[in-house]
């Protein structure tokens, strides 16, 4: 129950519920109404993400807090809320009224009791209409590609219903600026291996004469974008290594009939073929050098990173001499 979402030494964590939103006025107050009614201690944050509607009057009107971002994109409204919202606890929602406000308190039960930083709930849709089938595959492709780079922690990455901690929200740079702010979310604890885990919840049907704000084929560009930029970024070695060998086997595939051609008449006659081996092969050399560059340098990002979350303290310290339920980067 609600009531019941509260710290072992009996003081009650400050929630807050932060909901982005651009063109909603059909749902937001539906959904504003639902945590108010669900969490009744949080405070409800609406980020009005440059609305053409009645978005933030609706909002305002169910009992919102309110406030802007003109930039367009949810990377933008989230990167708002974050920096200038303080809460101990942090719940983020869709202004869809898609996600079911009723699963909220047994949520943060489980933050609290496990010290978790990140809660992902994973969508699971009532109809087939509330999850379009080119969405869900889409989901998984991505989710896959995160999940063999990153770590295997979360099954449904792109989901709008998470739980964090004030030290994940601090400590979180937010450099996106639409949907793919999800995938930089995840890769943010699985990069820290914060403790963190995955739970089900309910994926509703929109309501009639609401539509999705998102574009598949962009909004999937852009993440897939973003994750070779992760990779690039937190996986130096993996990204150009692979480079790396790319070029190399290019160009040892090209350097055979040149060997054999040398064998045979002792001479080299396709001049450019072999300049473009040793290109090939010079740029590969530089391509791994560069990779194990920057590995070094990602490790001491990684380092600094770590370190400032470790200057926030958790929402719940754990008592001298006990281990907790704290588990790096686990799902259960």
Not at 71 to 98: E, I, S
Not at 99 to 105: E, L
Not at 313 to 321: D, E, I, K, S, T
């Amino acid at each position: 129950m609600p009531d019941a979402v509260s710290l072992s030494r009996g003081i009650s964590p400050r929630i807050a519920v932060i909901i982005p939103c651009y063109n909603e006025e059909l749902t937001v107050g539906t959904t504003v109404s639902g945590f108010r009614r669900a969490l009744p201690d949080a405070t409800v944050y609406v980020c009005d993400n440059n609305s053409s509607d009645r978005t933030a009057d609706l909002a305002r009107e169910a009992g919102a807090e309110v406030m802007s971002e003109l930039r367009q994109g949810k990377g933008h409204a989230m990167r708002r809320m974050f920096a200038d919202v303080d809460a101990d606890l942090y719940v983020l929602v869709d202004g869809d009224a898609t996600y079911d406000p009723d699963a909220a308190p047994a949520m943060l039960e489980r933050v609290i009791a496990e010290n978790l930083d990140f809660l992902n709930g994973a969508r699971i849709a009532e109809a087939q209409a509330a999850y379009r089938a080119g969405h869900r595959f889409g989901n998984w492709a991505l989710t896959s590609l995160v999940q063999f780079i990153f770590g295997r922690q979360f099954s449904d990455m792109l989901s709008g219903y998470k739980i964090f901690s004030r030290r994940f929200v601090k400590s979180f740079p937010a450099m996106s600026h639409g949907f793919e702010i999800e995938t930089e979310l995840t890769v943010h604890a699985l990069g820290l291996r914060m403790p963190c885990a995955e739970v089900p919840t309910v994926y509703i049907e929109r309501p009639a004469g609401s539509f999705s704000k998102l574009k598949t084929y962009r909004d999937g560009a852009r993440i897939l974008r973003l994750i070779a930029n992760l990779v690039r970024n937190e996986r130096p070695m993996l990204f150009f290594g692979v480079a790396a060998a790319v070029l190399g086997v290019a160009a040892f595939v090209l350097s055979i009939p040149l060997f054999y051609t040398y064998v045979e008449t002792g001479l080299v006659p396709r001049l450019p073929t072999a300049i473009a081996v040793v290109g090939l092969s010079i740029v590969a050399v530089l391509s791994l050098f560069c990779g194990l560059v920057l590995d070094m340098s990602t490790t001491s990002r990684h380092e600094m990173k770590r370190l400032a979350y470790l200057a926030i303290p958790p929402v719940r310290p754990l008592a001298p001499g006990r281990g907790g339920s704290r588990r790096d980067g686990e799902d259960a």
